[in-house]
């Protein structure tokens, strides 16, 4: 080698361009900072958080039984006593609300599975088989997508008959379209790609390829529906609940806590005001969290 290849060579080195720092600048923030910039987010995390803690571990919020009935205090406005209030039984609102919640959540997340294992493998199936099958699938989806939600699971749960496990599953049915959906969209874009074809090169089967290659390139798009589907799940159950749907009284629940006191919206407000107040918060606090995860 010349002198001149040499120098060369150490120019070359010379330039090559330094590599990034791994950690980028917003990982050193501190967290407090990071905190106070999103003060949203936060607040979603903290409702999130509160109202988990809640289904688990009701007792540490609440010393007062759902159940139990008060006459003398029918009807008591918010107080120390009574946080929320008291309905017309006596019964501690807070109570019902905080020992309802497991009822809701439990609800919710068995009727975001069901949209979710369901839809995603329609959809998976669908948009990787393509064809004649794909179109047929995609035009029994569109039926579903064409028809309202909420009369959708009306529809399910009378034919299913009442109570929390038939509301969570026909939540989910109404779900599945949606999945399916974003699914097939996502696999349509991953089927198309060169890995998938060297896969095929190399004499992989169609179940490998499936589920080594195209299902986890595609689900990222799909776990950010499920979170965004966990507030509507929630409205949708309450909303089943308040109908009469749902669980049946005594039991503490939502939607049926908002039912109890519809007809005294005019004279004791709070009844229906507070678990009303409690459903918007976790619904609002769930979509601000799913946003973000799905940015």
């Keep these: 080698m010349t002198t001149l290849d ?3 060579l150490d120019d070359a080195t010379l330039e090559e361009p330094q590599a990034s720092p791994v950690a980028p600048e917003r990982a050193r923030e501190p ?3 990071r905190a106070l910039a999103a003060p949203g987010l936060v607040l979603s995390w903290i409702v999130v958080g509160t109202v988990i803690a809640w289904a688990f571990v009701p007792g540490l919020f609440t010393s007062k039984s759902p ?3 008060d006459i003398d205090a029918s009807f008591a406005p918010p107080s120390l006593a009574h946080p929320f209030g ?39 199936l669908s948009g990787f088989i393509g064809g004649r099958t794909d179109a047929i699938v995609m035009r029994f989806v569109d039926v579903l997508l064409a028809i309202p939600g909420l009369l959708l699971a009306m529809t399910v749960v009378t034919a299913l008959g009442y109570g929390t496990l038939e509301v969570a599953f026909a ?26 074809e060297a896969a095929y090169g190399s004499g992989a ?11 986890p390139n595609s689900r990222a798009a799909v776990f950010s529906l499920a979170a965004l589907e966990c507030g509507s ?32 919206l005019a004279t004791y407000p709070w009844i229906a005001i507070f ?19 799905g940015e």
């Design 171 to 196: 939540v989910g049915i109404t779900a599945i379209a949606a999945f399916a959906r974003v699914m097939r969209s996502e696999v349509l874009k991953v089927a198309r790609s060169e890995y998938v």
């Design 86 to 124: 008291a309905d017309r039984l006596g019964r501690d609102l807070l109570a019902r609300v905080i020992h309802g919640t497991s009822t809701t959540l439990s609800a919710t997340l068995l009727a975001v599975l069901v949209g979710l294992i369901v839809g995603s493998v329609i959809g998976l």
């Design 233 to 264: 799940a929630i409205l949708a159950v309450a909303a089943l609940g308040f109908l009469g749907y749902g669980a049946p009284p005594p039991q503490p629940e939502w939607g049926l806590a908002v039912s109890e006191g519809r007809d005294y």
């Design 67 to 69: 159940y139990d009935s």
């Design 6 to 8: 040499v120098r060369v």
């Design 31 to 33: 967290l407090l900072r």
């Design 275 to 293: 678990p009303g107040i409690v459903i918007a918060a976790v619904v609002l606090a769930t979509n601000r969290i799913s946003k973000t995860w």
């Design 205 to 215: 089967s169609f179940g490998r390829v499936v589920f080594r290659h195209v299902l």
